[in-house]
């Protein structure tokens, strides 16, 4: 069973620019997260998808930031304009169930100049 | 609000060491999940353990074993005769299943074990 996987791994773009990264979930997981790791702090939660809704978005810094996850299967989380705090590892989560273990994906290391 | 605390930073042992992990939590529900993940050089999260506030059974698995008490809030990890393999940053987290399942993390700790 292929295991939760994120492109692209590494991304460095300028500030201004927008940078969409992706996460596929493992299949017939229907809880989706998105989490952030700034460079030397704690993983902080982004948002939650259960299929194709958003269940909590509460951890999204800013309106610069649109997930979406159309069609329940992968999701797309997109930075638009990128600013030089938005550096730092975005990582996917997938799970059957919220009570079940979260899987995570190997992260997307963005880097914003 | 709920928040998770590793104080350590970075530890370094000499392989073949005992070291432990401390994670504290704070969280006003009675209901809830700690979990340990490791994060290898390689990037991606390994879970390690889940663990639910009812029960406080310690458990081990070959050399890891945690250590959960709800009386000071903690539930920290100990590696027994540590391996250069372990090196990594591990990092505690606490869940709230009546809400969405998210995970609130500590800031985790970078072990290095050395030959």
């Known amino acids: 069973e292929a295991g939760v996987t994120q492109f692209p791994s590494h991304s460095v773009i300028e500030k201004g620019q927008t940078v969409t990264l992706r996460c596929d979930p493992i299949?017939?997981?229907?809880?989706l997260y998105w989490y952030r790791r700034v460079m030397g702090k704690e993983i902080k939660f982004l948002l939650h998808?259960?299929?194709?809704?958003?269940?909590?978005e509460s951890g999204m810094p800013n309106n610069r930031f649109l997930a979406e996850r159309t069609g329940g299967t992968y999701s797309t989380l997109k930075v638009q304009p990128a600013e030089l705090e938005d550096s730092g590892v975005y990582f996917c989560a997938s799970s059957q169930d919220r009570l079940r273990q979260q899987f995570f994906g190997p992260g997307t290391r963005l880097t914003v100049l | 609000a709920q928040k998770v605390t590793q104080a350590q930073t970075e530890i370094s042992v000499v392989e073949k060491e005992d070291v432990t992990l401390d994670c504290v939590y704070e969280t006003r529900d009675t209901t809830y999940y700690l979990f340990w993940y490791k994060q290898p050089p390689s990037g991606e999260l390994v879970f390690l353990i889940r663990r639910n506030s009812f029960d406080e059974q310690n458990e081990i698995s070959g050399r890891y074993s945690w250590n959960f008490q709800k009386s000071t809030s903690s539930f920290n990890f100990t590696i027994t005769a540590s391996q250069v393999v372990d090196s990594a940053v591990y990092f505690c987290?606490?869940?709230?299943?009546?809400?969405?399942?998210?995970?609130?993390f500590g800031q985790g700790t970078t072990l290095q074990v050395k030959p």
């Open positions: 299949s017939g997981h229907d809880n």
């Open positions: 998808f259960v299929k194709e809704s958003k269940q909590d």
């Open positions: 987290a606490l869940s709230d299943p009546s809400n969405t399942g998210k995970l609130i």
